[in-house]
């Protein structure tokens, strides 16, 4: 829960007013639960149904928690929220974009990203560890070059904030057979848009 516990800090005034609010990769949902106590309206996406199904069982008498199955490789995110918060996403899609675009437009306002960045862009994967896929699907654990990262974001209006993640304290680690280095993006739109607005979406 390290991750939940610095996203709290680092969003604690945004958390403030009333917003909307969109999980990324969220499993089971369980971020939910770090977060409910502000008022927020709470969207979790992810790709797996039988996360989805946990999370829809668990949060089934609460009207502000919905979520849905969707593939951000493919397609934009259907859901705009105020905040956006994505982690252990990131880096197990085959490539950067279009899934980092697609949760850049999602957000109106803030962003807070976990994954492991880098100077420069390292694509690196390896056969699935289940059984089944081992020949058809691969488990991806990528970098990505902090130059592409906070230049798109920069590029798109917001400001950016690079911290260590709690958790390791960025110190390499030794993952699926590459070193690999966790940091949280921290970015805010520097003219926050409307609330509803697509206008500010190219």
């Known amino acids: ?26 499993g089971t949902g369980y971020a939910y639960n770090s977060f409910k106590d502000f008022d927020i309206n709470n ?3 992810d ?15 609460c009207t502000k928690a919905t979520f849905l199955c969707h593939y ?3 397609d934009p995110i259907p859901a705009k929220s105020r905040i956006v918060i994505a982690r252990a996403t990131l880096e197990h899609c085959p490539k950067l974009m279009p899934a ?17 960045l880098g100077e420069q862009e390292h694509i ?16 991806h654990t990528n970098q990505y070059a902090f130059k592409d990262v906070l230049g798109y974001l920069e590029a798109h209006g917001f ?14 680690q030794y993952v699926d057979c590459c070193v690999r280095t966790f940091f949280v993006v921290h970015a805010v739109r520097k003219q926050p848009c409307e609330y509803r607005s697509r206008s500010c979406f190219p």
């Open 1 to 26: 829960m390290t991750w939940l516990k610095q996203s709290r800090r680092i969003l604690q005034l945004a958390l403030k007013a009333v917003v909307t609010f969109l999980d990324v990769g969220c």
């Open 43 to 45: 969207t979790g996406i």
């Open 47 to 61: 790709i797996e149904p039988e996360f989805l199904k946990i999370a829809k069982e668990y949060f089934a008498s």
């Open 72 to 74: 951000i490789t493919q």
């Open 100 to 116: 980092f675009k697609h949760i850049v437009e999602a957000t109106e306002n803030v962003v807070v990203l976990r994954t492991f």
């Open 124 to 139: 690196h994967s390896i056969p699935s560890r289940v059984a089944q896929y081992t020949q058809t699907h691969r488990k």
């Open 159 to 172: 400001q950016t904030r690079v911290y260590r993640y709690s958790y390791t304290d960025s110190v390499p």
